[in-house]
């Protein structure tokens, strides 16, 4: 993916096939990368002739799951972006011996998820089956195989 492509969340909604709201906290993420507010969890070196050349020989090695690769760029994720990057934050072109490959571990926001557990209401041990999709959770409430109650809920603050 081209480091105009990583600039625009549309892109790379399409390109990763993630939702808009991931799409635009990882446009974010990625352009604070970039402009250096971020520092590298590794630095890794390849020799290559273009720095497009470079980007390709890691996208393979991240394939193929090279031992050569530092343990970072091989764990495994929801998503990997390889990207070259020949411009400055500023859009101005690179000297040659600064332009770099970045790799992106991407791990997406799961918006939903099933929920099993236990509840006590007035001394009374419950089944809980439940649903959450975002901010908003519903919980059943089960005595055996009968039904006792519904809790809902939706979350006011996240961090």
């Known amino acids: ?64 799951d090279s031992p050569t690769l530092p343990r970072a760029a091989r764990e495994k994720s929801d998503r990997t972006i390889v990207t070259p990057i020949t411009q400055d934050k500023d859009g101005k072109t690179l000297p040659r011996e600064e332009q770099k490959v970045d790799v992106y571990k991407v791990n997406l926001r799961k918006d939903r998820r099933i929920k099993a557990g236990a509840s006590v209401i007035d001394g009374k041990a419950l089944m809980s089956v439940g649903y959450e999709q975002g901010r908003f959770e519903a919980l059943a409430h089960f005595d055996g195989g009968r039904y006792k109650g519904v809790t809902v809920m939706y979350n006011v603050a996240e961090w």
């Open 1 to 64: 993916m081209s480091q105009e492509q990583t600039q625009d969340a549309k892109t790379l909604r399409q390109q990763l096939d993630i939702s808009k709201s991931n799409a635009e906290a990882l446009q974010r993420r990625l352009a604070e990368v970039q402009a250096g507010q971020r520092a590298p969890t590794v630095t890794y070196h390849v020799t290559a002739p273009t720095v497009e050349r470079a980007a390709q020989v890691v996208e393979r090695q991240i394939k193929e």
